[in-house]
């Protein structure tokens, strides 16, 4: 078996770098300000794990909370629904902040937004069944 010479290792070597570096601007791009999409963060105050699904217009991308998503800026406003097991949900609705004639257009043309932009951390209440998680409980003695 033949050992592969300095050069192709080095050549390897390279093209992992370039790799890891496209993730890198990819998310990097993501966070700008000026770009298409944003990085949203989504909590469930008191909960771990809730499965939240996002929905802007057309679009539905989904994450487990607390935890980050990427999400095209649009002019839509934004339904976030977490639940975990069979009882606890919870719904926020958000409204981006944008240039109204440059959202207008987006909307006309089904392009992206670039000044739309949505909170950067949406917190969802969850509730029991409907009812608020601050309900009092009684202690018998």
Do not use: W
Not at 27 to 51: I, K, L
Not at 69 to 80: F, I, L, N, S, Y
């Amino acid at each position: 078996m033949k050992t592969p010479s300095a050069a192709t290792a080095i050549c390897i070597s390279v093209f992992v770098l370039l790799l890891s570096g496209c993730a890198d601007t990819a998310r990097t791009a993501a966070d700008n300000s000026g770009g298409a999409y944003q990085v949203v963060n989504v909590n469930t105050p008191g909960m771990t794990g809730a499965n939240c699904v996002l929905r802007s217009g057309r679009d539905t991308y989904s994450v487990k909370a607390p935890g980050s998503v990427t999400v095209r800026r649009a002019p839509d406003r934004m339904d976030v629904s977490c639940f975990k097991g069979d009882h606890m949900h919870g719904r926020e609705i958000v409204t981006p902040s944008f240039a109204p004639r440059e959202a207008q257009q987006a909307e006309m043309d089904h392009t992206a937004c670039t000044t739309c932009t949505y909170p950067s951390t949406v917190t969802v209440a969850m509730s029991l069944n409907g009812n608020a998680m601050d309900v009092k409980v009684t202690q018998f003695h």
